[in-house]
């Protein structure tokens, strides 16, 4: 029996840095570099997103795939050796770019809406969780237990949830005057809402601090949270 191909999901963080006009940067982005990506086949979503937690990087895209690999073939792949003069010269002065691949990591928990949830409209507020388990014996094990058995469905209690996913890192690699060759954590789960405000409720509050919680936070070499509020988001014609 062939193993089923996971659906995967593209993460790019991006800074444009002093070099950069914020104005230029995001012209280029929302006109040139997504619109580009939006006949791949593969792709099935871009959204693009701004901090909202007051962090650096200050904005991020996201495009869902049919699978990891997409990215690493033709036509995307074909991308790097047509760009425009334009996308050349933000991207050697840029701050940061920082792109991630990830697999998506079983089981999925179903959104709010169930089957009437449209990928193209993502509820407009995300939290990203990064995440590193200590080697330890089972420690792992235990932390996919307690996300897939208690947070995530303690999440989905929540007011103004609307979807929750995990996933298993594949590839990354930065670009940019900011750039490091440290490697991102190995998991990540990507939370939308429906706004700021389902972060401060008391339910929110429990689900990050039970028992189960505090045993797993103990075992995690690294720990990143961001925020971020929905830029705009397009569709293939």
């Given at each position: 029996?062939?193993?089923?191909?996971?659906?995967?999901?593209?993460?790019?963080?991006?800074?444009?840095?002093?070099?950069?006009?914020?104005?230029?940067?995001?012209?280029?982005?929302?006109?040139?570099?997504?619109?580009?990506?939006?006949?791949?086949?593969?792709?099935?979503?871009?959204?693009?997103?701004t901090a909202a937690d007051g962090?650096?990087?200050?904005?991020?895209?996201?495009?869902?795939?049919?699978?990891?690999?997409?990215?690493?073939?033709?036509?995307?792949?074909?991308?790097?050796?047509?760009?425009?003069?334009?996308?050349?010269?933000?991207?050697?002065?840029?701050?940061?770019?920082?792109?991630?691949?990830?697999?998506?990591?079983?089981?999925?928990?179903?959104?709010?809406?169930?089957?009437?949830?449209?990928?193209?409209?993502?509820?407009?507020?995300?939290?990203?969780?990064?995440?590193?388990?200590?080697?330890?014996?089972?420690?792992?094990?235990?932390?996919?237990?307690?996300?897939?058995?208690?947070?995530?469905?303690?999440?989905?209690?929540?007011?103004?949830?609307?979807?929750?996913?995990?996933?298993?890192?594949?590839?990354?690699?930065?670009?940019?005057?900011?750039?490091?060759?440290?490697?991102?954590p190995k998991y990540i789960a990507?939370?939308?809402?429906?706004?700021?405000?389902?972060?401060?409720?008391?339910?929110?509050?429990?689900?990050?601090?039970?028992?189960?919680?505090?045993?797993?936070?103990?075992?995690?070499?690294?720990?990143?949270?961001?925020?971020?509020?929905?830029?705009?988001?397009?569709?293939?014609?």
């Amino acid at each position: 029996m062939v193993a089923s191909v996971m659906p995967g999901l593209l993460l790019v963080y991006s800074e444009p840095g002093s070099a950069v006009p914020e104005e230029d940067f995001n012209d280029w982005y929302d006109n040139e570099h997504v619109p580009l990506r939006i006949p791949i086949p593969g792709f099935q979503s871009w959204s693009r997103w701004t901090a909202a937690d007051g962090q650096r990087p200050t904005y991020a895209a996201i495009y869902d795939l049919s699978f990891p690999a997409v990215i690493s073939q033709p036509p995307y792949a074909d991308l790097a050796n047509t760009r425009s003069e334009r996308e050349k010269s933000i991207l050697a002065r840029i701050a940061l770019l920082d792109r991630r691949t990830y697999e998506l990591r079983a089981p999925v928990y179903p959104p709010k809406a169930g089957d009437a949830y449209d990928q193209l409209k993502p509820g407009p507020y995300l939290s990203i969780v990064e995440v590193d388990v200590k080697p330890d014996q089972g420690a792992e094990e235990d932390f996919n237990k307690w996300y897939d058995e208690e947070h995530i469905p303690m999440f989905a209690k929540i007011p103004g949830w609307v979807r929750s996913r995990r996933f298993v890192l594949v590839d990354a690699g930065a670009i940019g005057t900011d750039a490091t060759d440290e490697k991102p954590p190995k998991y990540i789960a990507i939370h939308e809402w429906e706004g700021p405000e389902a972060l401060r409720t008391q339910d929110f509050k429990a689900a990050i601090e039970t028992e189960w919680a505090k045993r797993c936070f103990q075992k995690f070499i690294t720990f990143k949270s961001r925020n971020f509020s929905l830029l705009r988001t397009w569709e293939r014609k």
